[in-house]
């Protein structure tokens, strides 16, 4: 039976307002994936096939998680360019962009949801490609042998259980900003459908000295 692990990269640059300057891991971000490959293998946790997005921060995330097989990079798995879409919502909508990981609450549905309605203007892909490319790679994932492990962004995850769960753009909205940095998300495949056995575990961060690891940007 196939099996995919999504997993998050670790805490990025978090003091970024821009795509490339957030294109890097924090050194808590270094060390989230070092941990969550140390638990890996103490738990037995093995793959056949692994899979990255292009970006800076996956790759260094697959590197740290330290799995014993060649990524295949792939940049279907790349993220949405959020902070591209926040400055046309702004200069386009009036849509100020949040200083606090609070103001993301209301500003994430609404930049997605315009987004998907196709009123932001020059944006770097529409949604509907975006939806397209997640489903094409997952589709192609899912159809290999022995259990995959994915390592990509909170947004790709997020567009994986909209289209398993058949969420709506709130919906999909709270995934996004619940999904913790280095987190893992499983999918079995069953009859040539995904099924979610497992949501935001991160067992690598659960110990108390580890508390102030779980971080979501």
Excluded at 93 to 106: N, S, W
Excluded at 108 to 126: C, D, F, H, M, N
Excluded at 154 to 182: H, K, P, Y
Aim: negative net charge; contains cysteine; proline residues 4%.
């Amino acid at each position: 039976m196939p099996h995919i692990t999504l997993v998050r990269h670790g805490q990025a640059n978090t003091e970024a307002r821009d795509e490339e300057s957030y294109d890097k891991l924090s050194e808590l971000g270094h060390q989230q994936a070092r941990w969550l490959g140390a638990h890996m293998q103490a738990t037995g946790d093995r793959f056949q096939r692994v899979y990255s997005g292009t970006m800076v921060r996956h790759i260094e995330t697959a590197d740290g998680i330290g799995v014993d097989l060649e990524p295949l990079r792939d940049d279907r798995l790349n993220e949405i360019a959020y902070f591209d879409l926040s400055r046309l919502m702004e200069e386009q909508h009036g849509l100020l962009i949040p200083t606090e990981r609070e103001g993301f609450v209301e500003h994430l549905p609404k930049v997605l949801g315009t987004w998907q309605e196709g009123r932001i203007e020059g944006a770097p892909e529409s949604f509907e490609q975006f939806h397209s490319r997640v489903q094409d790679i997952m589709t192609e994932i899912a159809a290999g042998d022995g259990r995959a492990l994915v390592v990509t962004s909170g947004g790709l995850i997020g567009m994986v259980l909209r289209q398993t769960l058949n969420l709506d753009v709130s919906g999909w909205a709270q995934m996004c900003l619940a999904i913790m940095n280095t987190s893992v998300h499983r999918w079995h495949m069953v009859l040539d459908r995904p099924l979610l056995t497992q949501f935001n575990g991160v067992p690598h961060l659960e110990t108390p000295d580890r508390h102030y690891a779980q971080t979501h940007l």
